[in-house]
């Protein structure tokens, strides 16, 4: 069946560390893959887009990578801040629009 | 741009009782969908519409469940009769497809149901 696995359910780093958060995914052969940012109380907020084609993408001090051999995308937040604190979700889009989501990582970035 | 609209914020009802949720997506976006959030599941798509017609129910969970688009800028999912399983946050969200389906989801700030 169809799965998609985000790393840890939670993730904490010290401010100015990079974080480094895992999507994996199996019996999907995506064309996009987005990644999502939730703060709580919330809807998700679009972050970033990669396709199938492309190895890398990055905005500001984000970077998502795409390996559709491995079936895994990277998201890193460089120079991380408090304020970066938040649940990140991935979202898989395989089918004709239908854009499906893993369960996402908690974040929390120290001082 | 007033983003994706949904209302109620909250909702508390009692076991049986219908519970109809409504959504205004952005203006101009010709496709909306609406998911589930739970701590068990995550975020599960229900339903999604593309210029009004219903693309794909295959989430909804029961006939207890249902969905309209009347127009292009209203939305509701009505839940009759409510359980106590339904208690969750329910996102509407929607997007502006074209002949790429990749463009991003514009989500609202959700409607937390409570099922006593």
């Known amino acids: 069946s169809q799965k998609i696995e985000q790393n840890s359910e939670a993730l904490n780093i010290q401010e100015g560390k990079t974080a480094t958060l895992t999507c994996n995914y199996t019996?999907?052969?995506?064309?996009?893959l987005q990644w999502y940012r939730q703060d709580p109380g919330r809807g998700p907020v679009f972050l970033l887009l990669?396709?199938?084609?492309?190895k890398e993408k990055r905005k500001e001090r984000l970077k998502v990578t795409f390996d559709t051999t491995l079936k895994q995308s990277l998201f890193h937040i460089t120079a991380s801040q408090p304020a970066d604190s938040a649940t990140y979700l991935c979202?898989?889009?395989?089918?004709?629009?239908?854009?499906?989501f893993g369960d996402g990582t908690t974040l929390t970035v120290k001082p | 741009d007033a983003g994706v609209i949904q209302s109620p914020r909250h909702e508390v009802t009692e076991m049986g009782q219908e519970v109809t949720l409504r959504c205004k997506p952005i203006?101009?976006?010709?496709?909306l969908f609406w998911y589930r959030q739970t701590m068990m599941r995550g975020l599960e798509l229900l339903i999604y519409?593309?210029?009004?017609?219903?693309?794909?129910d295959s989430g909804m969970p029961e006939d207890r469940f249902s969905a309209k688009m009347p127009n292009a800028s209203f939305s509701t999912l009505k839940i009759q009769p409510s359980e106590p399983r339904d208690s969750a946050v329910y996102f509407c969200?929607?997007?502006?497809?074209?002949?790429?389906?990749?463009?991003?989801?514009?989500f609202g700030n959700g409607t937390r149901l409570t099922v006593t």
């Open positions: 979202a898989l889009i395989a089918n004709a629009g239908k854009s499906t």
């Open positions: 969200a929607s997007r502006r497809e074209g002949q790429i389906w990749n463009s991003p989801l514009h």
């Open positions: 019996n999907y052969s995506p064309a996009y």
């Open positions: 990669i396709r199938e084609n492309e």
């Open positions: 519409f593309n210029n009004n017609v219903p693309i794909d």
């Open positions: 203006s101009g976006h010709n496709s």
